[in-house]
Nanobody, 122 residues
Framework: QVQLVESGGGLVQAGGSLRLSCAAS????????MGWFRQAPGKEREFIAT????????YYADSVKGRFTISRDNAKRTVYLQMNSLKPEDTAVYRC???????????????WGQGTQVTVSS
């Protein structure tokens, strides 16, 4: 069992930056690939980024490539999402997730956090 708690969301102007954190409970954090997803009002949950268990490999959605960076610190049991050059269309609830393999699909993740709101003003 893994419990995930996100933090770091907030209100930022377009062009600004935020760093989200996702803290995991349990001793097996390094056994899971981690991902970030987001969901805007009236839209489906959207894949953002994923990182392998060791952190050696990452993969991004085209919509955030070059602007967002996913990273992890297994000693701290935390995964991060650095978001730069934010746009109003990045406004959403951001959730982290843990899964055995990771990937871009929802079904590849077994555990989800509650989410943190990111609002980008124009």
């Amino acid at each position: 069992q893994v419990q995930l708690v996100e933090s770091g969301g907030g209100l930022v102007q377009a062009g600004g930056s935020l760093r989200l954190s996702c803290a995991a409970s349990g001793r097996t954090f390094s056994s899971y690939a981690m991902g970030w997803f987001r969901q805007a009002p009236g839209k489906e949950r959207e894949f953002i980024a994923t990182i392998t268990r060791s952190g050696s490999s990452t993969y991004y959605a085209d919509s955030v490539k070059g602007r967002f960076t996913i990273s992890r610190d297994n000693a701290k049991r935390t995964v991060y999402l650095q978001m730069n050059s934010l746009k109003p269309e990045d406004t959403a609830v951001y959730r982290c997730a843990a899964g055995a393999k990771g990937g871009a699909a929802l079904y590849e993740y077994d555990y989800w956090g509650q989410g943190t709101q990111v609002t980008v003003s124009s």
